[in-house]
T-cell receptor
Framework: AQRVTQPEKLLSVFKGAPVELKCNYS??????LFWYVQYSRQRLQLLLR??SRESIKGFTADLNKGETSFHLKKPFAQEEDSAMYYC???????????FGTGTRLKVLA | KAGVTQTPRYLIKTRGQQVTLSCSPI?????VSWYQQTPGQGLQFLFE???????NKGNFPGRFSGRQFSNSRSEMNVSTLELGDSALYLC???????????????FGEGSWLTVV
C-alpha cells in the first residue's frame, strides 16, 4: 500500500539555521511527490513538486528513489516559514492523494 | 478567478444526524477530491470525482458518500454521525483527474464539523 511518513510532528529551529523536513514514502512504482504548506489562517497550498525541480521561497526537495525520500530543505530559515508542512504522493491512474501526517515548523527569532 | 469555495464553514451536529457539505471548484476544474483533516491523523483522502464519476475512495465507512454534478460542483454526505467524525473537511479541485502528470490541486478553506 502507498504510504507517506513524516516522522517529526514538530520541528523548531532558530532563524538563519538550516531546515530539513523529512518525508519518506512507500510505493514501488513511479510516484509524483509534493510538498504542501499551510500558513496560519490560510488554506493549504502547493509549495513545490518534484517534477518541477524548482526552488520556491528558498525551499528545495529532491526525490531519492533509492531511499524513497523527498526531504524538504532550506539553507536559512526565516520566521515567515513557520507553518504546517505536508508531504503528499500521487500516482498515475490511482485517482488519489496520500498525505503524511504533517510537520509543524517553528522558526524562532 | 475565484478559488475553491466550501459551505458551510462551520456546523455543529448531534450524534446520529446526517450532514451534507458543499464544494464549488475553480471554474474549469473537473476533478473534485475530499479530505478529512484531524490533529491525530492529518489529511486523509475520502474520495475523488471526475466528470461526475467517483474514481477512487479512501478507507472510510459507507456512511461517507459523495456526488458530483454536471457543473463539477460536489457534495459529500455523512450519515449517522459519530463523535469521531468531528474534523475539518477539505475539498480540492484540479483541472484533470488526480494522478495526472503535473495536475495541481487547489484547496478550499474547509468545513469545520463538530459532532456533539
Amino acid at each position: 500500500a502507498q504510504r507517506v511518513t513524516q516522522p517529526e510532528k514538530l520541528l523548531s529551529v532558530f532563524k538563519g539555521a538550516p531546515v530539513e523536513l523529512k518525508c519518506n514514502y512507500s510505493y514501488s512504482g513511479s510516484p509524483e511527490l509534493f510538498w504542501y504548506v499551510q500558513y496560519s489562517r490560510q488554506r493549504l497550498q502547493l509549495l513545490l513538486r518534484h517534477i518541477s525541480r524548482e526552488s520556491i521561497k528558498g525551499f528545495t526537495a529532491d526525490l531519492n528513489k533509492g531511499e524513497t525520500s523527498f526531504h524538504l530543505k532550506k539553507p536559512f530559515a526565516q520566521e515567515e516559514d513557520s507553518a504546517m508542512y505536508y508531504c503528499a504522493l500521487t500516482t498515475s491512474g490511482t485517482y488519489k492523494y496520500i498525505f503524511g501526517t504533517g510537520t509543524r515548523l517553528k522558526v524562532l527569532a | 478567478k475565484a478559488g475553491v469555495t466550501q459551505t458551510p464553514r462551520y456546523l455543529i451536529k448531534t450524534r446520529g444526524q446526517q450532514v451534507t457539505l458543499s464544494c464549488s471548484p475553480i471554474s474549469g476544474h473537473r476533478s473534485v477530491s475530499w479530505y478529512q483533516q484531524t490533529p491525530g491523523q492529518g489529511l486523509q483522502f475520502l474520495f475523488e470525482y471526475f466528470s461526475e464519476t467517483q474514481r477512487n475512495k479512501g478507507n472510510f465507512p459507507g456512511r461517507f458518500s459523495g456526488r458530483q454534478f454536471s457543473n463539477s460542483r460536489s457534495e459529500m454526505n455523512v450519515s449517522t454521525l459519530e463523535l469521531g467524525d468531528s474534523a475539518l473537511y477539505l475539498c480540492a479541485s484540479s483541472l484533470g483527474p488526480l494522478g495526472g502528470s503535473g495536475n495541481t490541486i487547489y484547496f478550499g478553506e474547509g468545513s469545520w464539523l463538530t459532532v456533539v
